[in-house]
T-cell receptor, first 113, second 119 residues
Framework: DAGVIQSPRHEVTEMGQEVTLRCKPI?????LFWYRQTMMRGLELLIY????????DSGMPEDRFSAKMPNASFSTLKIQPSEPRDSAVYFC???????????FGPGTRLLVL | AQTVTQSQPEMSVQEAETVTLSCTYD???????LFWYKQPPSRQMILVIR??????QNATENRFSVNFQKAAKSFSLKISDSQLGDAAMYFC????????????????FGQGTILTVHP
């Protein structure tokens, strides 16, 4: 079974541009999580969905960040406009009820110049 | 809110030797899960081992084992017979017991420990 898929793996953009990160969870998983990893803050949860519905978005840093899950096999995290302090590795993870472990994708390394 | 503390920013070990990584956490909950994740230079987050708080027996996965001390809120990882491929950043993580429904316990991570393995 394929793992969590994220694209792109690397993204370099200029300040002010819109950035869209994509995630495909493991088939059959009904929870999807977006995390951000930085040197200063470590790994932090941004938002998570259950059955495509956002459950907890308290970790979303500000209105420039938005996340959607239009169907069970696809989610996006959008930053508009992007700023240099958004530079980080963004992970997507998925799991399902009964599994106690979250399975992480390979991450997207974002650099905002 | 739960917190996870890894007090060792860096550790090193000789190949074939044993090393222990420390983790402490703070919680008022009685049921929860603890994890160790490995992050090699590829950045992939790989689950190493998991411990359920209600289980007294320490979890073991091949060369990896934990020392879970619930009263002390301590959860250390022991790597035996260290291999070069064990070199990575290791994260300790805490998750509340899954209450079901739409709720899923949030994973809280420590700051990580960089493990270097010397040949």
């Amino acid at each position: 079974d394929a793992g969590v898929i994220q694209s792109p793996r690397h993204e370099v953009t200029e300040m002010g541009q819109e950035v869209t990160l994509r995630c495909k969870p493991i088939s059959g998983h009904d929870y999807l999580f977006w995390y951000r990893q930085t040197m200063m803050r470590g790994l932090e949860l941004l938002i998570y969905f259950n059955n495509n519905v956002p459950i907890d978005d308290s970790g979303m840093p500000e209105d420039r960040f938005s996340a959607k899950m239009p169907n069970a096999s696809f989610s996006t995290l959008k930053i508009q406009p992007s700023e240099p302090r958004d530079s980080a590795v963004y992970f997507c993870a998925s799991t399902t009820w009964g599994k106690e472990t979250q399975y992480f994708g390979p991450g997207t390394r974002l650099l905002v110049l | 809110a739960q917190t996870v503390t890894q007090s060792q920013p860096e550790m090193s070990v000789q190949e074939a030797e044993t090393v222990t990584l420390s983790c402490t956490y703070d919680t008022s909950e009685s049921d929860y899960y603890l994890f160790w994740y490995k992050q090699p230079p590829s950045r992939q987050m790989i689950l190493v081992i998991r411990q359920e708080a209600y289980k007294q027996q320490n979890a073991t996965e091949n060369r990896f084992s934990v020392n879970f001390q619930k009263a002390a809120k301590s959860f250390s990882l022991k790597i035996s017979d260290s291999q070069l491929g064990d070199a990575a950043m290791y994260f300790c993580a805490y998750r509340s017991f899954n209450a079901g429904g739409t709720s899923y316990g949030k994973l809280t991570f420590g700051q990580g420990t960089i493990l270097t393995v010397h040949p």
